[in-house]
């Protein structure tokens, strides 16, 4: 997200190695900390990037087989997190302070399965899913991310919502200690997020809690973040504690920030622009390289994020000027 224009610095930090270098470095830190203890080796092993767990029995899915993903070195350095700090790699450098483990849900408001529930028991019941989508960030830069998770919807249906329930609210942590972020007012805290019913239930809406076959990193937003692909990428609350079933239009919190410049509705539409910039086009950032990615081709951003045929229903007969 975006109080000013992105400097062309923010790119180019991002971009420093390849997912197969980074793999071979974690191996490295992995056997490193197996034989000696990590401790003897904190320059090379930063928190940020400390070995997560690989998921098992998921499954491949038909979105996205065709996209060339982000390398994960990117994915995990670039990023918004503003518990975290408002800089691009702030929550790389500072999210090893949040303890993903153990981590609770609740479930409220209209819905007949309400309660607090354990993370593990939350999502055991569900199929892990791979779902590999282009991510496009309202300030114009995009990634391809391997995403594992399960349809918002088989989540849904388990909490029974009953016929009250017209929206679905999230909430992330606040716990200023494991966040450092809330310890300032940059955003009003908890970040809150929204969706309508059948936005909430289209089979595209995931909940993730993996990328590239292992668990969330931290500053992807461990160890449950949504994900919304025709979306822009800040409708993707990251670190859920709390999920409410409401009968009005829940706050979002960049709308609640700057009313004029986000909607609630939040669609990735190149033909209604930011109030400060267009979004015709966005800048893809791949992996393969500082100045490549710096100078790397801009590309036309498509309506829905290139997603219209699964969800363009959703808004037939909507002014998305007006609901923007
Ligand atoms: N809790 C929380 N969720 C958040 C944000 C945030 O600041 N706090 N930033 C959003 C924005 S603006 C974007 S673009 C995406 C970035 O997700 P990524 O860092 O995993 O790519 O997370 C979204 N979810
Ligand atoms: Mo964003």
Known sequence: MLIQMKKASDVLSSEITRKSFYM????????AGAVSGAALFPSIAPPAFAASAKLENVQKSQWGGSLQPTSLESIMSHNNFYEFGTGKSDPKENAHTLKPKPWTVEIAGHAKNTGRFNFEDLVKPHQLEERIY?????????MVIPWVGIPLASLIKKAEPTGNAKYVAFETLVD???????????????????????????????MAVGIYGEELPNQNGAPLRLVVPWK????????????????????STWNKQAPQEYGFYSNVNPDVNHRRWSQARERPITGEGGLAALFAKKIDTLKFNGYAEEVAHLYQGMDLKKFF
């Open 24 to 31: 071979n470095r974690r191996k490295f830190i992995q056997a």
């Open 134 to 142: 282009r991510m496009r960030c309202v300030e114009a830069w995009s």
């Open 176 to 206: 200023p200690k494991q966040m450092p972020g809330q310890r300032g007012r940059s955003l009003k805290w908890p970040y809150v997020e929204g969706l309508r019913m059948d936005e909430a239930m289209n089979p595209l809406t995931i």
């Open 232 to 251: 822009y990428g800040f409708k993707g609350i990251k670190s859920i504690v709390k999920i409410t079933f409401t009968e009005k239009e829940p706050p």
